[in-house]
């Protein structure tokens, strides 16, 4: 299901923007209406960013981006600025609104060749935008080289050149951006690495594209942004008992091995499980013991003990992973739970003890995902980062491809929901739906944050929250944690954030965002 709000959160392949793009043009939007939009967008934005810049080097390619940088050239030269076109084209060889644009700018078009950075205060790259096709060679790559080893600020137009739009693969050479401004949503490409430090900062302009053309786009992918879940979250209610909130599991690991579970279980209860238990093996009952307040603690073993623990049907959610062990214990574990038709997080030891066989689980998985608990429907959670994801989807792991497509093919395959860590994290169901994290700092690349993240999942899925959403809202609330706690974060800093962020998104709930 996509929510009303969410289509704001939509990233467009090129293929879905350029549909979106005819059929604004089919309602009747000229072309050269929307060039002349982008154009005003990207001279707006060098206004604000680069009040200063006098002389100013715009790259022009042989399609319709291009074209946005002759129509770009004359709005700021308009403006007083001192502008000089270089084509990798004459303009006698562009074709519609390009073409358009070029006559209108009506100046001389140096050949990129002659281009050199050093005399400019900002350069405007309109090289390739959506329509990059194959990778950049030749004088245009030279270009680029050229750009990239000069001190010169740089904006893109929609993307920069050589990045792809649908991936955030380089292709060839690629332009290293100081700003980006894009047109009506985002691409995956943004988002997703390296497209996403070569974007910079980017701008996302209105050029008066209607949101109704996405009615007739079969939207999967998106910006991993509140408006996407905030209306599948349960929220406590007023009436509400703590037993309507769920009950949160954390298995621990050995003696030496316990702090990862806690990090997880203190994630779990902040983010809004009703309660949370640890269950550990005895060897390690006193040492979790010492560390719990709230959070509380049963013993368990092997899987008799669980069995036991499981005719409690009040334990809904599951967290598998943390400091527990490579092992098959660790495999009984899972699908022991999944048998019993919880909702289960597996992380770290608990992905990395399924390498080689992780079928019969999988399987599993997709026969718990049809039966119903009083707390929604029980789910897999898969939270592997790039190492994990190899040992278990090898073969998807090599793949070309983006991450996106990786998460999307290993949630398929799985049964689960998949969240492909990394600044870029994505967050793939097994229905085809994607979401990319948008958020977060440096900072969260520290020990025990990822226990932490396993913790917040199962808070959601304890709560009742569908796992797509679970896992979206959960990966949002970390970064957001992170990105409120500011520099010097560790883990153990994660859950006293999120009565923070709990805050931010009841006032969102409230008050939805235009
Ligand atoms: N989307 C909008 O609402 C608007 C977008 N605009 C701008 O238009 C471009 C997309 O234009 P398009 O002509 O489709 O593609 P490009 O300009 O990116 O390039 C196509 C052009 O380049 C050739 N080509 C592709 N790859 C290579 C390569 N590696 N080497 C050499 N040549 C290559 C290809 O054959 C074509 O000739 C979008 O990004 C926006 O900037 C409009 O302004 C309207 C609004
Ligand atoms: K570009």
Not at 406 to 413: K, N, S, V
């Amino acid at each position: 299901m996509v929510f009303q709000d969410a289509r704001g959160t939509a990233l467009l392949t090129p293929d879905e923007m350029a549909e979106a793009d005819r059929r604004t043009i089919a309602a009747g939007t000229p072309g050269i209406v929307l060039m002349e939009r982008a154009a005003e967008a990207v001279a707006a934005a060098v206004h604000s960013g680069y009040p200063q810049a006098e002389w100013i080097a715009l790259l022009a390619g042989p399609g319709n981006n291009g074209g946005d940088a002759y129509a770009a050239a004359r709005l700021l030269r308009e403006a007083g600025r001192r502008v000089e076109i270089f084509g990798l084209v004459p303009p006698t060889k562009l074709r519609g609104d390009a073409a358009i644009a070029a006559t209108a700018f009506g100046g001389t078009a140096h050949p990129v060749d002659s281009f050199d950075p050093a005399a400019f205060d900002l350069v405007i790259d309109g090289l390739f935008g959506a329509g990059l096709s194959r990778a950049i060679e030749g004088a245009a790559a030279e270009a680029i080289r050229k750009l990239n080893a000069a001190p010169a600020p740089v904006v893109a137009i929609d993307l920069p050149s050589g990045v792809s739009g649908a991936t955030g693969e380089r292709l060839g050479e690629a332009v290293s951006a100081d700003l980006t401004v894009t047109f009506f949503r985002r691409k995956p490409g943004h988002l997703l690495e390296p497209g996403r430090s070569l974007c910079g900062p980017t701008i996302v302009a209105d050029i008066g594209i209607p949101a109704t053309v996405l009615d007739a786009i079969a939207l999967m992918i998106f910006a991993n942004e509140p408006e996407l879940w905030i209306g599948a979250l349960k929220r406590p209610s007023d009436a509400g008992h703590k037993y309507d909130r769920g009950h949160a599991v954390v298995f621990s690991g050995s003696a030496t091995r316990t702090g990862a579970a806690r990090l997880a279980a203190a994630a779990a209860l902040r983010g809004g499980a009703g309660l949370v238990t640890v269950f550990s093996p005895g060897s390690a009952l006193m040492a979790n013991a010492a560390h719990l307040t709230a959070i509380m603690l049963k013993r368990c073993d092997d899987e008799a003990a669980l069995g036991e623990h499981l005719t409690d049907a009040r334990f809904n959610a599951f967290v598998l992973g943390p400091g527990f062990g490579v092992g098959e214990r660790a495999r009984n574990f899972a699908a022991t739970v999944l048998a019993a038709g919880r909702s289960l997080v597996l992380d770290a030891d608990g992905i990395t003890s399924l390498a080689g066989a992780p079928d019969a689980l999988f399987a599993a998985a997709r026969g718990a995902g049809k039966g119903a608990s009083p707390h929604g429907k029980p789910a897999l959670v898969l939270t592997p980062h790039d190492g994990e994801f190899k040992r278990l989807f090898p073969d998807i792991a090599d793949r070309q491809g983006s991450k996106l497509e990786r998460a999307r093919a290993a949630a398929e395959r799985a049964g689960a929901v998949v969240v492909l860590k990394g600044r870029d994290t994505v967050i793939a169901a097994p229905d085809g739906r994607a979401a990319i994290n948008a958020i977060g700092t440096p900072w969260l690349a520290t020990a025990g944050t990822g226990d932490v993240l396993a913790g917040l999942v199962a808070a959601e899925l304890a709560q009742g929250t569908p796992s797509f959403e679970a896992a979206c809202a959960a990966v949002w609330m970390h970064g957001r944690a992170a990105e409120l706690f500011g520099p010097g974060l560790i883990s153990e800093d994660l859950p006293a954030m999120l009565p923070k962020v709990h805050r931010e998104l009841d006032a969102l709930a409230s008050n939805p965002r235009a």
